[in-house]
């Protein structure tokens, strides 16, 4: 009986050991070639394109310059420029009404999702 007690508990110490060992699994990806760990890569999110469309089917008038602003909600900060309609630009992120967009030039700045044609 405390042989097998003795033995339950060095098992259960080498698993706690092996458990505390291993590398922690936080969004990082190892690239193992012929059996060595190469130092790790994190994926990165693909960029999500979308196109920038002036089109106002109520009125039946197109938009060909539209302004991106610096900041969404204070429309006083300016603009970082414009895009023209039909450009392709990549979506950083969404709030709320807004998209904050990357043009071609590299400038981030802020439209309302109803000039991004795929959320029409």
Known sequence: MKRSVLVGLVVLALFACVLVAMPKRSGVTYTT???YKATPSRSTPTPWYVTL????????I????????KD???RNAGT???GRHG???EVVRRS???????LSNGKR?????YFIREFK
Do not use: F
């Not at 469309?53 to 039946?60: E, I, V």
């Open 62 to 69: 197109t938009v060909q310059t539209i302004n991106v602003w």
């Open 109 to 113: 700045g802020w439209v309302t999702y």
């Open 96 to 102: 709320g009404d807004g998209v904050q967009i990357e």
């Open 33 to 35: 070639i012929s059996g």
């Open 80 to 82: 970082v420029g414009t």
């Open 53 to 60: 469309d002036g089109y106002d089917k109520a009125a039946g």
């Open 72 to 74: 969404y909600n204070d």
């Open 87 to 89: 450009e392709k630009v």
